[in-house]
């Protein structure tokens, strides 16, 4: 359940990414993406998973965009 979170936040910015550039542009040159964000709810007592398991949703996100031809700045 604590992937959901990221993959919806990664979604959304896939999204508003690909509608936000015009057709004519994103042959040529892609923007920059500034950070691929994530929000966790953590647990006290199970807070170290949650955080490594939302990084590694971050980074296939982060490979992703960079197969598509985006550059990534920050996670």
Known sequence: MAWKAPFVAVSLLWFCASWATPASAQG?????VRAI????????????????EA???L????REF???GYE???L
């Open 72 to 74: 990534v700045e920050t």
């Open 59 to 62: 980074r296939g996100a982060k």
């Open 28 to 32: 040529s040159s892609k923007p920059k």
């Open 66 to 68: 960079e197969k598509q």
């Open 37 to 52: 964000t994530g929000f966790v709810r953590l647990d006290r007592v199970q807070y170290a998973p949650e955080v490594t």
């Open 55 to 57: 990084l590694e949703v």
